[in-house]
Nanobody, 121 residues
């Protein structure tokens, strides 16, 4: 079993930055970040492969968000810059042990509890 724990959410003004952290126990192949805004479906944000560090981004966050990893500490980070109101959501970190299909939430069996990110003035 893999445990996933996120941290780092909060309230930030438009144009500001936040960094989310995610710690995963156990051996996994890839980690992903997803988000869900009120009244909307959960959507893919970014993913990273532990070995080699390949990254994947949703078009809506490309150039503003950066996903990175710390293999030694089994930690993944999501640096979010130039935040706007549309980024307001609960952000979830997820883990998987298989390759492929990184943009699909159903492919991730292990999930954190979520952390709220609110962008507002």
């Amino acid at each position: 079993q893999v445990q996933v724990i996120e941290s780092g959410g909060g309230l930030v003004q438009p144009g500001g930055s936040l960094r989310l952290s995610c710690a995963a126990s156990g051996r996994t192949y890839a980690m992903g970040w997803f988000r869900q805004a009120p009244g909307k479906e959960r959507e893919f944000v970014a993913a990273i492969i532990w070995s080699g560090g390949a990254t994947y981004y949703a078009d809506s966050v490309k150039g503003r968000f950066t996903i990175s990893r710390d293999n030694a500490n089994n930690a993944v980070y999501l640096q979010m810059n130039s935040l706007n109101a549309e980024d307001t959501a609960v952000y979830y970190c997820a883990a998987r042990r298989a390759a492929g299909g990184y943009r699909t939430s159903d492919n991730y069996p292990y999930w954190g509890q979520g952390t709220q990110v609110t962008v507002s003035s």
